[in-house]
C-alpha cells in the first residue's frame, strides 16, 4: 500500500490600491480618480487531497473547502475502493445572519465588538451515492443551536436567602440544545430531500427533527451540571474540589433530585458560612477532619465530625449488624 497527498500553498492577507486617472474624452485636462481595491486572503501549506493505493484498489480523500478565517476543513469528499462517495459538509454557526442570528460569534476583523468564536458548528450533514450519480439525498443531519445566556446555580448570600439558588446569566456561547433529522426515508436508506423540511429554531409539536438533548443547568465557571435527553429524562452531575472534577452523578434525575457529599471539599460561601461539596452544609457544630481517635476515614482524606451532644436534628439513623449485636449509627 501506499499513498500520496497535494497540498495548497498561499500567502499573508493583503490589500492591494489601484489608482487609475480617467480623462474626459481624452482632451480634457480635467482628471477623475478611482480606486480599485483587492483583498488577497489565502493560508500556509494546507492538505487538499490523499490518495491511497492498496491492492491495486484507490481511494481518495478530499477537502473540498475551508473556512474562509480558520483554514480549517468544512466540506470533505471521500471516495471508497468500490466508488460509493460520500461528502459531508459542516456550516459554521457565525455565518448564520438571520434565523438563528449568530453574527456576534463573527471575526473581530470584521466587527471589533464579535467574540472570535468563530469554531461553533451550526449543522452537520453526509451525503452519499454510487460513482457518477448525482443526489441531494442525506444519511444524516444535525444541528447545534447557540446562546450566550444560561440558568446558573450559585449561592446568593442575601440576608433574606442566604442558600444556593438559581440565576439567569450572560455566560459564553455555547450549544444548549441538539436535534438530529428523522424524516422518512427514501432509496438506499437515504433521506428523501424532495420531503425534507428544514428548521432555523427548536421546533414545538409535531416535526421531522428528533431532540438529542438540551443543557437545563450549569455552576458559574460554565460546567454542565444538569440536561435534558430524550423522552424529558434528566441526567446530572455534582462537582466537588473547587468545581473542578465531577466526583457523582445520577441518571433520569434532576439536579436537586440528589446529591452526595464526602466532606473533602469545605467552602466557605459568605463570611462565616461553610458548604460541602454537594451543597451539604457544614453546621458549626460539624467539623472536617482526617482523624478522630482511632477511626480515620474509609474513603478519601477527611470526615465529618459531629459532637456527643448534639442531639437536634435532622437526625438520621441505620441500623447495622455488628459482631456485638445491632449498632445504630446516628448522623
Known sequence: MYEYATSTKGAQVSTVNFEIDYGQNNTSCEYYHAYLTSIFRSYPN???KVTTYSNGRKSIAEIVDRDPFTGDPIKNKTTSVNGTISNGEITRAYTQTSSPDYTGMGAKSDDSSNDNFLNAVYSSIAYKASEGLTTSDFASYSKSFWKDSATVRYYDSDVTKNKYTTKITAINWY??????YAGDLGDYGLFDSTAFTDITAPPTGSSDWRFISEVTLMDEQQNVLEQKGFNDRFSASRLGYDNRFKYSSASNSNYVSFTATGFETETE??????YYEGEVLAQTRNTQTKLDGTVTP?????MVKIGSSDTDGPIYKVNYDAPAGIESLQT
Not at 474509609?298 to 477527611?302: E, K, L, V
Open 46 to 48: 494546507y492538505l487538499t
Open 175 to 180: 450549544d444548549y440544545t441538539k436535534y438530529a
Open 269 to 274: 460561601v459568605t463570611t462565616g458560612v461553610y
Open 298 to 302: 474509609h474513603t478519601g482524606n477527611y
